[in-house]
């Protein structure tokens, strides 16, 4: 490595990604301007330069063994807001976390928000990430106007769905491998409130959970399902479907009307480093499955809950990655196209049958997908798992659940991915090599590296 740019910091450090495997060491460059990042990527060595924001992807995408990661996260700030339109220029370092902070309380919410407000918005792009709102509102670029993007050649290039659309949609997904994301402008939405008006119920399997899916997600904005990945027979995928929509002022208590657009994190909890592995395990989930399930003793009905509650409840436990202990979890997310129902019941069989301890299980609708040749969403059915690494037999369960998943013509999320075949990415992604062609275009010397990249033959 050779020496930073001045005003640079370096350091070898040990990465990895939120599920806390296959560590890494990559020399950790923290810049203090665009600048200073164009230089780190000058003069790169043979193994590479990635960003990284927050760290929430799950796997090896913002890791870089031998090679540079550059830590965006002093990159932030709203530069602009347009009062009348929540036109936003934001800086790529920017966490949702902040934006909400800074933008609830002037009546905007962002884009699109996953299950964490603890991303930022360039890794909002280079992942493309997805909400409880994709089967109407699609994912977190289609809200995207522009991105300055900084290349490895040092040009800065400004692109978006109506100039360069081809290098704005390899950069949506793209995990990071078209260009440094150093800013973003992006369309927000106008809320009255800073609640949510929810509907909660329980569905006492799978199918019935899907079809309520199906008959009523287009009444609400927001729509998820926990499903219990251990139930087997008639209880096979027992679920509690949680719907929502932004509440009105008048939807409010009394109480809470004075101060519509109050924003509150909420308490949060700390989890201590030295949590023993096996914590989590398919005894103490299976009863935490039992007593989640049985929670809600009655529907809830138009129940009015904070931005936290609803989208945000892990956010509240700072480092609940180390339940899982020094081993580890993975985050295995497929989805699979409309028509493709039964493969999903064949997939939350092989689950049960195994008695994957799978703590988080979460179904999602999705709607139309965009031209991302690397984005995720295709319109079907989603299902999320979080599964403590240590089992012998989980490599083999996964591997025929990714052999389903590509016969039914879905993918795995790149963000979240740490262990997929590298032979199935051009199956799961068969816009694979269009997207290559436009990589090779603005890194012809594959600057941009990560461990993904490289696993996946991606680099």
């Keep these: 490595m050779t020496d930073p740019p001045t005003g640079t910091t370096t350091a070898p450090t040990a990465l990895t990604g939120w599920g806390g495997t296959g560590a890494t060491v990559a020399q950790v460059a923290s810049p203090r301007g665009p600048d200073d990042v164009a230089r780190l990527l000058a003069r790169a060595s043979d193994r590479g330069v990635i960003a990284r924001g927050l760290g929430r992807s799950y796997g090896d995408s913002a890791t870089n063994a031998g090679g540079t990661v550059v830590d965006c996260t002093s990159l932030s700030g709203v530069r602009s807001l347009d009062p009348r339109t929540g036109v936003a220029v934001v800086d790529a370092g920017s966490s949702l976390d902040q934006l909400m902070r800074d933008l609830v309380p002037q009546g905007w919410f962002v884009p699109v928000t996953p299950g964490t407000r603890q991303v930022t918005v360039g890794g909002a792009i280079a992942s493309d990430i997805h909400g409880k709102d994709h089967h109407v509102r699609g994912s977190f670029c289609q809200w995207v106007d522009a991105v300055t993007l900084l290349l490895p050649s040092g040009e800065r290039r400004v692109v978006g769905p109506e100039r360069e659309p081809a290098l704005f949609w390899a950069t949506a997904g793209g995990m990071g491998l078209t260009g440094m994301v150093l800013d973003a402008t992006l ?53 509690v479907l949680t719907r929502g929509d932004h509440a009105t002022v008048d939807q409010l208590p009394r109480r809470q009307r004075a101060e519509p657009l109050r924003y509150e994190v909420g308490p949060r909890l700390t989890i201590p480093v030295d949590v023993p592995s096996g914590l989590l395990n398919r005894f103490s989930v299976g009863a935490f499955n039992e007593l989640w399930y049985r929670k809600p003793s009655s529907d809830r009905l138009g129940e009015v809950q904070g931005i936290t509650r609803f989208f945000h409840p892990l956010d509240t436990v700072v480092g609940w990655n180390r339940l899982y202990g020094r081993r580890g979890f993975l985050q295995h997310q497929f989805v699979v196209p409309l028509g493709a129902e039964a493969t999903l019941r064949a997939i939350v069989e092989r689950l049960a049958a195994a008695r994957c301890a799978s703590f988080l299980g979460v179904l999602k609708r999705f709607g139309p997908g965009n031209p991302g040749p690397l984005s995720f969403p295709i319109p079907g059915w989603t299902l999320a798992l979080d599964i403590p690494v240590g089992d012998p037999d989980l490599s083999g369960l996964l591997d025929g659940i990714d052999d389903l998943v590509a016969e039914a013509g879905g993918r795995l999320y790149l963000a979240k991915d740490s262990r997929m075949r590298a032979e199935l990415l051009p199956t799961m992604y068969p816009r694979l090599e269009e997207w290559r062609a436009v990589r090779r275009s603005v890194d012809p010397d594959g600057v941009l590296q990560s461990d993904q990249s490289r696993r996946l033959g991606l680099s």
């Excluded at 008006?197 to 729509?223: K, N």
Aim: hydrophobic content about 40%; charged content about 25%.
């Design 187 to 239: 369309r927000l939405q106008p809320i009255t409130t800073s609640r949510l008006v929810v509907d909660t119920e329980r569905a006492p399997d799978l199918e019935s959970c899907m079809a309520r899916m199906v008959e009523g997600d287009a009444l609400h904005r927001y729509s998820v399902a926990w499903i219990d990945c251990l139930a087997q027979g008639a209880s096979l995928g027992r679920s």
